[in-house]
């Protein structure tokens, strides 16, 4: 696991950001999803494949982040696949992911009706009661990435079903995806959490003006920022300098990201400075070069500063030096 993904697995795992995304996505705002409503899972799942009893087969698949979620007496396992670039094979991604977890459920009621000998026939054979339900999944790719999202969002864009009869096509399964596309999602001010800086930041890293008047707007916030969201900002911008600035704009427990920004720009500004400087003495040596060389082949004073596109003086004050 990469440094980024361990950063956006910390900052999207908190319980209050989770109720956020759901009620934006979902509820369009409100408060339908409290932080209390989401309880911790382990987002790994194994399957496995037996001849005559000995396994042959392991086969893990771990999804970023998954969560039960509580809608009242109800629950339903969110989870979330954070998306850098983009992935021409998501749909079958997201399918295998969350069939490991339909798997996973399935595997522990099969295990659980076994230690309890409560089933026969084809129930027996199933593993599976008639009164049994699993608990459905929703996924959700957030994609962070500064290209706009080309790849496909089901199932059935991975495939070529152009020569096949149509009432065939219709009966091949899809799988689609729920794609977020942060930086492009049109929805960001209604988040209640960092949520909004986060996505409101992203949306504006390659416009400068944009970006500024969105800090500004937001001081108070940007300036008592948690590390966790701090790191968010700095790795998904990839800014590096945000991230050498940590240190220097912690104060407590919060992290200043207008203070970072400022002393970004200024040392910018100072670096700017020094690289004309010495770009304007390199150019001046080069000047001073060209004006002996044509001065030892017999131009006169006016012709070289007419050759170099130079003033007289110029001239005149090296040739005297």
């Known amino acids: ?29 409100g408060s339908a999803v409290a932080a209390s409503d989401i309880m911790e899972l382990d987002s790994t799942a194994a399957s496995t494949l037996k001849e005559e009893d000995n396994i042959v087969n392991v086969r893990v698949v771990a999804k970023d982040l998954v969560r039960k979620v509580r809608f009242g007496i109800q629950v339903m396992l969110f989870a979330i696949e954070e998306q850098s670039d983009i992935h021409y094979a998501m ?35 199933s593993g599976f ?4 339900h699993l608990v459905p999944v929703l996924s959700v790719v957030l994609y962070f990435g500064e290209q706009k999202w080309d790849g496909p969002l089901c199932l059935k864009e991975m495939m070529d079903l152009s020569t096949l009869p149509e009432e065939v096509r219709e009966k091949i399964a899809d799988y689609p995806v729920h794609l977020i596309d942060v930086r492009r999602y049109p929805h960001a001010e209604r988040f209640c959490t960092d949520l909004k800086l986060v996505f409101g930041f992203l949306q504006r890293a390659s416009e400068p003006e944009e970006l500024t008047e969105f800090i500004e707007e937001n001081t108070k916030e940007f300036s008592s920022l948690t590390e966790d969201a701090y790191d968010m900002i700095a790795s998904m911008s990839k800014t590096g300098e945000l991230k050498e600035l940590k240190k220097d704009v912690e104060q407590t427990e919060d992290y200043d990201m207008c203070k970072a920004i400022d002393m970004m720009v200024a040392e910018s500004r100072e670096k700017g400075i020094k690289l004309g400087e010495e770009r304007g003495e390199a150019r001046g040596i080069e000047t001073d070069r060209n004006i002996f060389r044509l001065y030892k ?11 170099l596109k130079i003033s007289l003086e110029r001239v005149k004050e090296f040739l005297e030096e």
């Not at 910390?10 to 956020?20: P, Q, S, V």
């Not at 009661?129 to 049994?132: A, I, K, L, P, W």
């Not at 082949?297 to 050759?307: L, S």
Request: proline share 1%.
């Open 297 to 307: 082949k017999g131009y006169k004073q006016n012709e070289i500063a007419e050759a």
């Open 91 to 125: 749909p079958l991604k997201v399918l295998n992911g969350d069939a490991a977890l339909y798997d996973k459920q399935w595997s522990g009621i099969r295990r659980e009706h076994k230690r309890k000998k409560d089933l026969s026939g084809a129930e027996y054979i």
């Open 1 to 29: 696991m990469g440094k980024k993904d361990v950063v956006s697995k910390i900052y999207l795992g908190a319980a209050d950001r989770i109720a956020d995304l759901l009620n934006n996505e979902l509820f369009e705002g």
């Open 129 to 132: 009661g008639r009164e049994d």
